[in-house]
């Protein structure tokens, strides 16, 4: 795979969203807002904004809370984070991924596919992009007419 693909969330609806496949890692990321768990703690209700500068395919998430972890990003800032169980489909293959539901508005990718997920079978290639194929032209295309 390359440093960045173009990836699938099957069972969240998601057809098409850009990730960074980063082996520094450990869980993988993918932006939500609006995170509300239910009064049990059992689910958590949330929602994705796939395309960046768009506020268009919003998707809402309802999903069991895999788990709770505290999360130190690069910048060494810690937070506390849910943990949701989503199976990723990555050039054709689809791994579970443990992944942890942050904002991720300032961040140049909506979703971050860390080294547990990548440990699936799968090789990244720092000096490559879209090895597995770019989103169809038409998604492509609306989403930049969005920005």
């Known amino acids: ?6 990836v699938s969330l099957p069972g969240i609806g998601i057809p098409w969203i850009k990730a960074k496949l980063d082996t520094g890692a450990r869980s993988s990321a993918l932006h939500a ?6 009064s ?3 689910r958590v209700r949330f929602k994705v904004r796939p395309w960046q500068r768009s506020l268009e395919d919003i998707v809402d998430v309802e999903c069991p809370v895999h788990d709770r972890r505290r999360v130190r990003s690069s910048s060494g800032h810690s937070e506390d ?9 990555i ?4 791994v579970a991924a443990e992944t ?10 909506r979703m971050l596919i860390g080294r547990e997920a990548l440990r699936q079978g799968f090789l990244v290639n720092p000096h490559k992009s879209f090895i597995t194929g770019r989103a169809p032209k038409l998604v492509r295309r609306r989403n930049r007419d969005r920005a």
């Open 81 to 89: 984070r849910i943990v949701v169980l989503l199976d990723v489909e």
């Open 40 to 42: 049990d703690g059992e």
């Open 91 to 94: 050039g054709g293959r689809r």
């Open 100 to 109: 942890t539901l942050t904002e991720r508005d300032q961040m140049d990718f």
């Open 33 to 38: 807002y609006d995170i509300e768990e239910t």
């Open 1 to 6: 795979m390359g440093w960045r693909e173009w």
